[in-house]
């Protein structure tokens, strides 16, 4: 996050391997640093994407903004790790 924050984020590309874990929870991260997370979810596709819960989890905790691990959750989990992480 501090790379995104020294450079300039409309023009990031974010990748992995497969692209599909790993890259689409950074985005979505990174996403929620310039805009609401309502607004960030938006861009990732449940039919292409399934964003990494672990990197989707630190960019919570991180960030300390409970509405990024909230909006991953409608989009592509279950309440039972809001549960466990007690949001």
């Known amino acids: 996050l501090d790379f995104v924050a020294k450079h300039s984020p409309e023009h990031l590309l974010v990748h992995c391997a497969a692209g599909v874990s790993r890259s689409s929870a950074t985005a979505y991260v990174v996403a929620c640093t310039m805009k609401p997370a309502t607004e960030a979810i938006t861009m990732l596709n449940p039919m292409l994407h399934m964003p990494n819960e672990r990197i989707v989890q630190y960019g919570t905790e991180i ?5 990024i691990w909230r909006e991953y959750q409608k989009a592509f989990g279950d309440e039972l790790f809001a549960d466990l992480m007690g949001l």
């Not at 960030?63 to 509405?67: I, P, Q, R």
């Open 63 to 67: 960030l300390g903004n409970t509405d």
